[in-house]
């Protein structure tokens, strides 16, 4: 018996050492399984990231472009308004001159609205005296910008003049128009005039009207 005992000692010790070497070995399998999840953690983060980032910039271009085409749009709609009234203003005649200039203050505001008279009396006379008829036409109109901004940088947009708000006016923008005129008097030959000017749109709740009128030399 004692014989059969000794020799099952170094047995259970065999078994013993072998668990205890599979100790170590386990423990390998785990952190390099651990490792490799954390990898793949850390990825899928960066990937999200950059994902939401990328949503975040996308987002932010196409506001951007979305502003600039509406500030287009808008631009373009004071531009027309100041031809139609400026089409109109050229086109007085001694036949339409009272429907023409009530046409014109109907469109104004502000201190050309309150000054009207005064602001058209050189135009008005002109037609009286002559008793001529015109023909006229816009050659050119565009927004006017500054020319010279010392703190722009090159290739940068230049800022759009604005002046001052008229009463319940959100916004004012100033506009350059070139036209010629026509003038045809009775015995005499057609005499072609040349105009220059500088009309003020401001939006009055959503309708746009002018505000301002100046003749340029």
């Known amino acids: 018996m004692a014989d059969r005992e000794r020799a099952e000692e170094p047995a259970q010790e065999d078994s013993a050492d072998d668990g205890e070497e599979?100790?170590?070995?386990?423990s390998r399998h785990e952190t390099s399984a651990g490792g490799m999840f954390s990898s793949y953690g850390i990825a899928s983060t960066v990937l999200g990231v950059v994902s939401v980032a990328a949503v975040v910039l996308g987002?932010?271009?196409?506001?951007a472009r979305r502003d600039d085409?509406?500030?287009?749009a808008y631009l373009t709609r004071v531009m027309r308004t100041a031809a139609e009234w400026t089409h109109v203003l050229i086109n007085m005649n001694a036949g339409n001159l009272d429907?023409?200039?009530?046409?014109?203050?109907?469109?104004?505001?502000?201190?050309?609205n309150s000054h009207f008279d005064a602001a058209v009396r050189p135009y008005r006379q002109v037609v009286e005296k002559l008793q001529t008829r015109s023909t006229g036409r816009v050659?050119?109109?565009?927004?006017?910008?500054v020319h010279r901004d010392p703190d722009a940088e090159p290739g940068t947009t230049r800022p759009v003049v604005t002046t001052k708000l008229p009463p319940f006016a959100t916004r004012?923008?100033?506009?350059?128009?070139v036209a010629t005129s026509v003038s045809e008097n009775a015995g005499t030959k057609p005499q072609t005039v040349h105009w220059n000017l500088r009309l003020d749109v401001s939006d009055v709740e959503g309708k746009l009207m002018i505000s301002g009128l100046e003749s340029i030399r």
């Open 172 to 177: 004012t923008d100033s506009v350059m128009l």
């Open 59 to 63: 987002v932010m271009v196409w506001s």
């Open 69 to 72: 085409v509406g500030e287009r």
């Open 139 to 145: 050659e050119a109109v565009a927004i006017d910008t």
């Open 22 to 26: 599979a100790g170590p070995d386990s």
């Open 99 to 112: 429907a023409s200039l009530q046409q014109l203050h109907d469109g104004t505001v502000g201190d050309l």
